[in-house]
């Protein structure tokens, strides 16, 4: 399950030793509109990653920081770094590999999770 992210919320949630999914959107992108199942699909297989949404309309501040220019965007944090990213739609085969593909290059993130290696 993903959760709405707030900007008061965010360094706490980056900074711990757990990969964070963020997916920036907005309510009026149709593709964000056809990700977002497919985002809610995944964070239910991976129990051990930390799904957030952020709406960019809502927190343009944190869109600003991370130079979000065009969405939908997924990015990846851990410890505070931005470990990885997927612009544009994706389906949900494809994100699935992508999210296996950059845990298995933060094991830091990953120590005491069911994701293997």
């Known amino acids: 399950m993903s ?11 980056i900074s711990d030793k757990k990969l964070v999914a963020a997916d920036f959107w907005a309510e009026w992108c149709p593709y964000c509109v056809r990700l977002k199942p497919i ?5 239910e297989d991976y129990q051990d990653i ?4 952020v709406n960019v309309q809502e927190e343009a501040e944190l869109a ?7 969405i939908p965007v997924i990015k ?3 410890e505070g770094k931005e ?11 494809e994100l ?9 290059n933060v ?4 120590n005491n999770t069911s994701i293997r290696r």
């Not at 985002?39 to 964070?43: I, K, L, R, Y």
């Not at 600003?64 to 065009?70: A, E, L, R, W």
């Not at 094991?107 to 990953?110: F, K, M, Q, W």
């Open 83 to 93: 470990v990885g990213e997927i612009v544009g739609f994706i389906p949900e085969d």
């Open 39 to 43: 985002f809610e699909s995944v964070a």
């Open 76 to 78: 990846f944090f851990c």
């Open 96 to 104: 699935k590999k992508q999210v296996e593909k950059i845990a298995k």
């Open 107 to 110: 094991p830091n993130c990953l």
């Open 50 to 53: 930390k799904f957030v949404k």
């Open 3 to 13: 959760v709405d992210l707030k900007t008061s919320e965010w360094d706490s949630l």
């Open 64 to 70: 600003s920081k991370y130079g979000i220019q065009g």
